[in-house]
């Protein structure tokens, strides 16, 4: 998606090797406008699949998730990564390693908001070594879910995410897929 792309390009900073900053337009500032077009992108490519909630992960998969609710017309789920004291019992769980954060979490959906007559969109922010995508697609089992496909806003292809989802059969699509960092610039995947 050229619009993001661009974007990434002008506001992006690119902090060694395998981490890109976008925090003034995607996770800690959030440009809304930018963020509707990525929402209507995505309910664009998975059209007709009959999706019945979109799914994230807490914190930055969240303001992608909604917008892509808000355009396919579903309700958002997103999984805590701390249960809170009204989520104790009737949860599905499943442990999450975060590289760029360096920890591991347990995310948790409540039984009440996903089960099997659900079909499932996942987003999220990144998509790097697919370890929060797995334990999103974890829950979903666990609930009997079907998965309709994951839509990731910035993919690391050089990293091995794509590939592991891919080799379960997931359909993915990314807005913006990044080849390479080299001497702190973007390189983009040439499709």
């Known amino acids: 998606m050229k619009l993001l792309e661009d974007r990434i390009l002008r506001d992006g900073v690119v902090l060694g090797d395998d981490v890109l900053k976008v925090d003034n337009f995607l996770n800690h500032q959030i440009d809304p406008v930018l963020m509707q077009e990525l929402g209507n992108e995505f309910a664009r490519y998975f059209a007709g699949k009959n999706i019945t909630k979109v799914l994230t992960v807490e914190t930055s998969g969240i303001v992608p998730a909604v917008f892509t609710g808000l355009a396919l017309g579903v309700p958002v789920v997103f999984a805590r990564k701390q249960k809170s004291l009204t989520m104790k019992d009737n949860l599905y769980s ?98």
């Not at 979903?140 to 379960?168: D, N």
Request: aromatic share 8%; net charge negative; hydrophobic share 40%.
């Open 94 to 191: 499943a442990t999450v390693y975060s590289f760029t954060k360096d920890v591991t979490n347990e995310i948790t959906i409540s039984k009440q908001y996903l089960g099997k007559d659900d079909k499932v969109l996942i987003i999220d922010d990144f998509l790097a070594n697919g370890q929060a995508t797995n334990g999103l697609m974890e829950i979903c089992k666990q609930a009997g879910a079907e998965i309709a496909g994951v839509g990731i806003v910035i993919e690391k292809s050089f990293q091995k995410g794509r590939k592991i989802l891919e080799e379960q059969g997931m359909d993915v699509y990314s807005l913006a897929r990044i080849q390479a960092f080299s001497e702190g610039t973007v390189q983009f995947v040439q499709e």
